[in-house]
């Protein structure tokens, strides 16, 4: 059954004739009646008198009101889709972690609100493997987030690489780790760490490297924001790395110190106390103009200030 055919049949029963029916619609008369039997023979009754006038049949007159509603639930359908493509979508949900949140995000959400005031945008922050999953489940538009390529790796996801940063050591401005300009990971690992929730990319990426060396990360406080680390981290023993975004704050504070960590080569060729922070979307949300306009935003304004 095809959306053409119930058009036809609604047109012949409002008209009461082929030859209007036709007119209507733009197609010949045969077409029309072409149409029609063809509707009939999947449903398996005739749906008109074929008199001087076409009339209704018990079947057709059972049928007319579900025909009305599955046409009209495809025009409204219709129209929905057109007014997405033109940019009339009711809200823009982004997930990203907390350091895009607060330091590049702002001047991209107001840009984004000037262009798009009637669009409700939703700014979640969420650790990197979490934002990726609620973006796979549908849940969200768009991700700014750690890269993992386990699951950025297919062919919906469109990723776009905004920046490398560093990870770096945190820890009190009188600990012991304070005499080092470079911490080595075995001096790293005697102490005990404050790392991020399950979830967090950076998490796993300090796990891994842990293991890698053959060191035991002793993992004694799960937080989930730069603040709550600083906090911990300047009443005394406990450490956390954390990547340069993270760590502005605490170069311009006297109870904290950062320190550098030894610079080691991964099985890529590459510095392995780095990570990379990527926008994810999924290829047909990317023809969404209010999403190509978010995503160009985040893109032009990263690069300047990477510059």
Known sequence: ?????????????????????????????????????????????????????????????????????????WQKALEELTELLE???PELC????????????????????QKYPEVQLRVTTLGSDRALKVLKDGLVDLAIVMN?????????????????????LLMAANHPLGQYET???????????????????????VQDKFMQQGHNLKAALELNSPEAFRGVVRLGEMIALLPETALWDAYHDPTLAVRSLPSEIDAEGKDAWIRQVVMVTTRDRLQIPPIQTFWQLVREFVSVQMR
């Open 1 to 73: 059954m095809r959306v053409e055919q119930l058009q036809a049949f609604l047109s012949v029963a409002e008209t009461g004739s082929f030859q209007a029916a036709a007119r209507r619609c733009g197609f010949t008369q045969s077409t029309i009646s072409r149409q029609i039997q063809a509707l009939e023979a999947e449903v398996g009754l005739a749906l008109f008198h074929r008199t001087a006038q076409a009339k209704l049949t018990v079947a057709g007159e059972c049928f007319l009101p579900r025909a009305q509603r599955i046409c009209q639930e």
């Open 87 to 89: 940019g009339k979508q």
């Open 94 to 113: 982004v997930a990203a972690i907390h350091s895009v949140c607060n330091y590049y995000l702002p001047p991209i959400l107001q840009k984004f609100c």
């Open 148 to 168: 993992n390529r386990f699951l950025t790796t297919s062919p919906e996801m469109v990723v776009e690489i905004l920046y490398n940063e560093s990870i770096k």
């Open 183 to 205: 911490v080595p990971l075995a001096e790293l690992a005697k102490y005990p760490q404050v790392v991020f929730k399950d979830g967090y990319g950076m998490q796993r990426l």
